[in-house]
């Protein structure tokens, strides 16, 4: 399967980093450098970060398969499932209730690092694969993310113990 980001959450990423910038950066054109401004010109920094961020996942296709996940576009690579050493799920609320917020995968494996978050399309069925991939290769994960896989309707087997 190939997927991508989901384009309205790319754009509305666009729409706060054009507007991070702007704000930052128009002061910037209309009064004399002082602490103030430096602070602007940093934040502002930040958000052409986040908006060059964005234009990467933008140029990126994800392809996941049987046999392994790949990204496809600037910084790209490859890991196998059976090469998978490290998978994280991790969850961010944006209020306190949980009710709204982010998942944040990261795989990673023969040497590469992958991090997935879930405005990706078929973000679920990639969990899926890492998850049964985990489980094949007896990965240690923490209870953290096996309450984000259970949130997910992915259950994970249990942590061996050793004798």
Same mark, same amino acid.
């Given at each position: 399967?190939?997927?991508?980001?989901? *384009?309205?959450?790319?754009?509305?990423?666009?729409? /706060?980093?054009?507007?991070?910038?702007?704000?930052?950066?128009?002061?910037?054109l !209309?009064? #004399?450098?002082?602490?103030?401004? @430096?602070? @602007?010109? +940093? $934040? %502002?920094?930040? !958000?052409?970060?986040? =908006?060059?961020r964005?234009?990467?996942?933008?140029?990126?296709?994800?392809?996941a398969?049987?046999? =392994?996940?790949? #990204? *496809? %576009?600037?910084?790209?690579?490859?890991i196998?499932?059976? /090469? $998978?050493?490290? @998978?994280? &799920?991790?969850?961010?609320?944006? *209020? /306190?209730?949980r009710? %709204?917020?982010?998942?944040?995968?990261? &795989?990673?494996?023969? =040497? /590469?690092?992958?991090? &997935?978050?879930?405005? @990706?399309? %078929?973000?679920?069925?990639?969990?899926?694969?890492?998850?049964?991939?985990?489980?094949?290769?007896? &990965?240690?994960?923490?209870?953290?993310? *096996?309450a984000? !896989?259970?949130?997910?309707?992915?259950?994970?087997? +249990? #942590?061996?113990?050793p004798?």
């Amino acid at each position: 399967m190939t997927l991508r980001y989901a *384009r309205p959450a790319l754009y509305a990423d666009y729409a /706060r980093a054009a507007v991070g910038v702007a704000i930052c950066f128009l002061p910037l054109l !209309f009064v #004399a450098s002082n602490t103030v401004t @430096l602070a @602007l010109a +940093a $934040l %502002g920094a930040l !958000f052409l970060l986040f =908006g060059a961020r964005t234009a990467l996942r933008h140029a990126t296709q994800i392809v996941a398969d049987d046999s =392994g996940i790949a #990204a *496809r %576009g600037p910084f790209g690579g490859r890991i196998a499932w059976e /090469r $998978l050493e490290r @998978l994280k &799920l991790a969850y961010y609320a944006t *209020r /306190r209730d949980r009710k %709204g917020g982010w998942m944040h995968m990261t &795989l990673a494996g023969d =040497g /590469r690092t992958l991090r &997935l978050d879930s405005s @990706l399309d %078929g973000f679920n069925d990639v969990a899926r694969l890492a998850a049964r991939a985990g489980a094949t290769n007896n &990965l240690e994960v923490s209870p953290a993310t *096996r309450a984000n !896989f259970a949130a997910l309707d992915i259950s994970l087997p +249990a #942590a061996e113990t050793p004798a």
